[in-house]
T-cell receptor, first 118, second 110 residues
């Protein structure tokens, strides 16, 4: 079975531009989360979507937005790019979001999109 | 202060050594504790997770959680060069948002 796929693999943009990153979850998974990983740091949570609705948002400016489509794929959009937006953007999919005690919906990460802003 | 603290390393050990990786955290609401492995230019891969306090073993890997001390550990026995990667601890309160440490880079030399 195919894992989480992300496109593009690499992207170079200039300051002020807009970027759209795409993610396809594992078949059957209905939840997608986005994370930003700056070099040398752990991933930082940006958004979570489940059944096309936003279920969580991290501490990121309004320049960051996302959506989930009926086929559960997702887009992350970043406007007015800054140099500090240069990072690896990771998408993770999971079956669901509601947890029972002792049970975890594992998040499967894609390979990421490496964004460089110059 | 970060919610999750992790020594970035690098940690260099010879093949066959026992490796100890650790994280501390400040949010007492965290209930699920995870260890991810990330190879260079790849996404993180879940190794193990533990709910609340206690130990969990999976092959050469053992995860420990001490909620009273807000301290978690991952032990790797008989380390192999293929274990060379960055190890990330992560935790959450029961909702999907994961809070990660900075990651510890592990180098296992033959």
């Amino acid at each position: 079975d195919a894992g989480v796929t992300q496109s593009p693999t690499h992207l170079i943009k200039t300051r002020g531009q807009h970027v759209t990153l795409r993610c396809s979850p594992i078949s059957g998974h209905k939840s997608v989360s986005w994370y930003q990983q700056v070099l040398g740091q752990g991933p930082q949570f940006i958004f979570q979507y489940y059944e096309k609705e936003e279920r969580g948002r991290g501490n990121f400016p309004d320049r960051f937005s996302a959506r989930q489509f009926p086929n559960y794929s997702s887009e992350l959009n970043v406007n007015a790019l800054l140099l500090g937006d240069s990072a690896l953007y990771l998408c993770a999919s999971s079956l669901g979001v509601f947890l029972r005690t002792n049970q975890l919906y594992e998040q499967y990460f894609g390979p990421g999109t490496r964004l460089t802003v110059t | 202060q970060k919610e999750v603290e992790q020594d970035p390393g690098p940690l260099s050990v010879p093949e066959g050594a026992i490796v100890s990786l650790n994280c501390t955290y400040s949010n007492s609401a965290f209930q699920y504790f995870m260890w991810y492995r990330q190879y260079s230019r790849k996404g993180p891969e879940l190794l193990m997770y533990t709910y609340s306090s206690g130990n969990k073993e999976d092959g050469r890997f053992t995860a420990q959680v001490d909620k009273s001390s807000k301290y978690i550990s991952l032990f790797i026995r008989d380390s192999q060069p293929s274990d060379s990667a960055t190890y990330l601890c992560a935790m959450n309160t029961g909702f999907q948002k994961l809070v990660f440490g900075t990651g510890t880079r592990l180098l296992v030399s033959p």
